[in-house]
């Protein structure tokens, strides 16, 4: 089945600690998406890439680092410099370019990453 | 202000109601958009893409209002499984390729 994978679903860590989050997906995407959701609010996006060894910053990029070695992985490494880490992690996969007709450019998500720094 | 917004909620609805709400973006070259439902502490799923000038898929309508900037969702004959978290995507071709940017989420009660 194709689908979007991340790992673990719970993490606990230290403060001050780097982790580093998985995300893995089988559906042929370009393109990936990290976020970042707290209690009550939206997704705010992280990083992005479009293609194998290269990325962007998103609107929270700071505290976050990201690699994109192949096209099914994309992880991220929550830093010691992010001041609040803990939070829901969410990963996801589009195909990338304009949408046009037949051609869906939504998300899939992976069942994300819970992060508890303590 | 926020690429996009929206009403944070909740709506609470009657059983068998109609609800909408509206999603505004401020982005005026965004390309497509959509609607996903988060149900809590999950992941969001796709609910509905809204390309042109809207569609409809059985009990939930979507429209697009380019010259205003804003997306709506409407939900006829409201089930208490709609209870959700809905949240408005906005996809913006850049040169760095596709940014799909969140609202902060619209969430809808239903109630017997």
């Known amino acids: 089945d194709g689908g979007i994978t991340q790992s673990p679903k719970y993490l606990f860590r230290k403060e001050g600690q780097n982790v580093t989050l998985s995300c893995e997906q089988n559906l042929n995407h370009d393109a990936m998406y990290w976020y970042r959701q707290d209690p009550g609010q939206g997704l705010r996006l992280i990083y992005y890439s479009q293609i194998v060894n290269d990325f962007q910053k998103g609107d929270i990029a700071e505290g976050y680092s990201v690699s994109r070695e192949k096209k099914e992985s994309f992880p991220l490494t929550v830093t010691s410099a992010q001041k609040n880490p803990t939070a829901f992690y969410l990963c996801?996969?589009?195909?990338?370019?304009?949408?046009?007709?037949?051609?869906?450019?939504?998300?899939?998500f992976g069942q994300g990453t819970r992060l508890t720094v303590v | 202000r926020k690429e996009v917004e929206q009403d944070p909620g909740p709506f609470n609805v009657p059983e068998g109601a109609t609800v909408a709400f509206n999603c505004t973006y401020s982005n005026s070259a965004s390309q497509s958009f959509f609607w996903y439902r988060q149900d809590c502490r999950k992941e969001p799923k796709l609910l509905m893409s809204?390309?042109?000038s809207g569609n409809e898929d059985g009990r939930f309508t979507a429209q697009l209002n380019r010259a205003s900037q804003y997306i709506s969702l409407l939900i006829r004959d409201s089930k208490l499984s709609d209870s959700a978290t809905y949240l408005c995507v906005v996809n913006t071709i850049k040169a760095a390729g596709n940014k799909l940017t969140f609202g902060g989420g619209t969430r809808v009660l239903v109630k017997p």
């Open positions: 809204v390309y042109s």
């Open positions: 996801a996969s589009s195909i990338r370019g304009q949408a046009v007709v037949g051609r869906n450019t939504e998300a899939f």
